[in-house]
């Protein structure tokens, strides 16, 4: 299996199930479930990132306060899901919730105590020369393994970590006694990942997985294109196990092999998208790298990547409007193809895996990209289809009108995007914080990237 989807698809098991989640919040949480109609564009789109904020609020591990893998409100899944921390849904949760703090959705005491809380945790959890693996008891912080070999660290959820670490950082560096304790806090977080660990013996390619157990048996040098840029812009920044430009140059760019160049409903596309000849990949590609890293005017000799990824999100819109394959329901308001629930199980929709499911998170997330056409999506799926797909914690994951299938099913890794992306969207703040630093800057700098922020 090549990196182009998801490693979920992988070793995800079919079985999705636990029960329901304890409440956590001193407060009890009301959720907005009457849909109001005449909401501006900005009340509504408030409203959908503030009720989906409270994923990572209420809805969070009580034990560890981190971001759950999933939560179900129809209550099918096995008992021993409901203590399961996912480290990449606790990464975008983190930034969930600075913009949650910075919104006021929550007080700034209370969200300081919060991420305490979870970064206590991180500190003490289970790591692997670093590295969190992609599952955690949020009971114990022992991992729980994704699969039988996947039982150690997993540099790419980690790096989803690590970006919001250096978030925070920048967040907190210039405030109270307190504020400080926690920045210094993160930044020893994030520069405690062995990147360098992570090239499997000095090779220019980094790997995703290494178990104290298995070793290198998982075998996943990571080529891009795909949702892993940030893994590799981390490495080159690390202050403490940084990794030569070789790395980036040779692994990920595979030699330049990633460049090339098609079109899809007359959008150019410059990268390699790996396996989907001359198409697209599913559309978290263009969310889980630049929810901290900026695209807007980030290029290097590869790809003018806000370029790459409108590009791609209007791909995915002008396909589903297309309808190539007859689905019920899709149109320019319901339009979006990510990895999400499917009818057939998890899958990584895009345009040539595509089983008339839309995934609420691909058009939401994108609205840094596509304002006007992401906005007739929220608007159409809240004020049209409603309760059928608006619950406690926003959206749900996924919804097929041509099956009639409305599952009420979170997954904290599409949850955690949409929060964050309607923040970038709005103010820019986790990728003004993430630019910030240094050390970022440099790494940028270090593989040949440009960009307004790079000073």
């Known amino acids: 299996m090549k990196a ?46 503030k009720q989906t904020f409270q994923y990572f609020w209420d809805g969070a591990e009580p034990v560890s306060g981190a971001g759950r893998e999933r939560f179900h409100v129809d209550n099918i899944y096995p008992e021993n899901d409901k203590s399961t921390v996912a480290t990449g849904a606790t990464g975008f949760g983190l930034m969930a919730i600075l913009s949650g703090i910075d919104r006021a959705y929550v007080s700034k005491a209370d969200g300081l105590k919060r991420l305490n809380k979870i970064l206590n945790f991180l500190e003490k959890a289970d790591r692997f020369h670093g590295a969190w693996p992609h599952w955690l008891y949020g009971e114990t912080g022992k991992v729980r393994p994704f699969g039988k070999k996947d ?98 140059h040779e692994g990920w760019a595979r030699k330049g092999e990633i460049k090339t160049s098609f079109e899809v409903y007359g959008h150019p596309f410059t990268l390699d998208y790996q396996g989907q000849k001359g198409s697209v990949g599913p559309l978290f590609w263009a969310h889980y790298s630049y929810l901290a890293l900026n695209p807007k005017g980030l ?117 955690g995007p949409m929060v964050v992306m309607i923040e970038n969207y709005r103010s820019g703040l986790l990728w003004k914080l993430f630019m910030s630093n240094k050390d970022v800057q440099n790494g940028l700098s270090k593989l040949g990237f440009k960009s307004t922020e790079i000073k």
């Not at 409440?23 to 959908?48: C, F, M, R």
């Not at 806090?185 to 104290?212: C, M």
């Not at 309808?323 to 040539?352: C, D, I, M, R």
């Open 4 to 49: 182009t989807f998801r490693k979920i698809l992988i070793f995800i098991p079919l079985i999705l199930s636990f029960s329901s989640f304890a409440q956590q919040a001193k407060k009890p949480y009301h959720p907005d479930l009457n849909i109001k109609k005449n909401l501006t564009d900005e009340q509504l789109l408030n409203l959908v990132q």
């Open 151 to 248: 039982n150690g660290g997993d540099l790419v959820e980690t790096s989803f970590i690590a970006q919001s670490l250096i978030c925070i950082n920048a967040y907190y560096q210039n405030g109270s006694a307190e504020e400080k304790a926690l920045a210094k806090k993160a930044d020893e977080l994030w520069k405690g990942i062995d990147f360098n660990w992570y090239r499997n013996g000095g090779q220019n390619v980094l790997y995703w997985h290494w178990s104290p157990e298995y070793h290198w048996e998982m075998n996943f040098p990571v080529k891009g294109y795909n949702e892993c840029l940030i893994m590799y812009v981390l490495a080159a920044s690390s202050p403490t196990h940084t990794v030569p430009a070789s790395v980036y």
């Open 299 to 415: 290029k290097d000799q590869y790809a003018n990547y806000w370029e790459n990824n409108v590009n791609h999100t209007l791909a995915i819109h002008d396909y589903c409007v297309a309808n190539p394959k007859g689905f019920k329901g899709y149109s320019e308001n319901s339009w979006g193809l990510t990895a999400s629930y499917s009818v057939k199980g998890y899958a990584a929709h895009n345009p040539q895996e595509d089983f008339g499911v839309i995934s609420p998170t691909a058009a939401i997330s994108s609205i840094p990209y596509t304002p006007k056409e992401s906005m007739k999506v929220i608007r159409y799926l809240y004020e049209n289809l409603g309760e059928k797909v608006w619950g406690k914690y926003g959206f749900y994951d996924a919804f097929s009108e041509t099956d009639n299938w409305y599952p009420k099913r979170y997954l904290g890794i599409d949850q």
